[in-house]
């Protein structure tokens, strides 16, 4: 399973795709992001276009669980499922690398792509202002696909 390591190994042996379980926090057109606690962490100012949520038994640099999205159709809360992984988005938040691993059941298209560049280049920039008011350092952008 994807357990950060580097991005050209999110293929499985032979080929196949790696598949990975992500329990989803954030249902598809959901504006709330929680911590792993719980608690209101972000809202966000346009619906999520996807299902937002984690890896369990991962670390991300903040001390979460690596985040994870799954493309297709509105999973509720607390769902969790195994899903191929098909790319990498490179995303910093408050100066620490917070990438996003992009599952779907089919291949990307570019459609999806543009998508997820487009709100997570919105959410950086408004994620960002918040982490100004936390007193955050360090930058928060959306780095584009690995």
Do not use: H, W
Not at 31 to 37: A, H, L, Q
Not at 56 to 69: E, F, N, Q
Not at 119 to 143: D, E, H, Q, S, W
Request: hydrophobic share 40%; charged share 25%.
């Amino acid at each position: 399973m994807y357990r950060g390591l580097a991005v050209d190994t999110i293929r499985g042996v032979g080929g196949r795709e790696e598949q990975v379980e992500v329990v989803v926090e954030v249902p598809r057109f959901g504006f709330i992001k929680r911590t792993s606690g719980g608690a209101i962490d972000f809202v966000s100012p346009l619906p999520c276009p996807v299902n937002y949520g984690s890896i369990p038994a991962t670390l991300a640099a903040d001390g979460d669980p690596r985040d994870a999205v799954i493309l297709g159709p509105r999973l509720s809360r607390g769902t969790r499922c195994e899903v191929p992984v098909r790319a990498v988005l490179g995303f910093v938040d408050a100066g620490l690398m917070d990438d996003k691993v992009i599952c779907k059941d089919g291949p990307l298209s570019a459609a999806d792509r543009a998508l997820l560049l487009v709100f997570f280049g919105i959410y950086a920039v408004a994620k960002g202002g918040l982490n100004r008011a936390r007193r955050l350092p360090g930058p928060t952008r959306c780095l584009g696909f690995r």
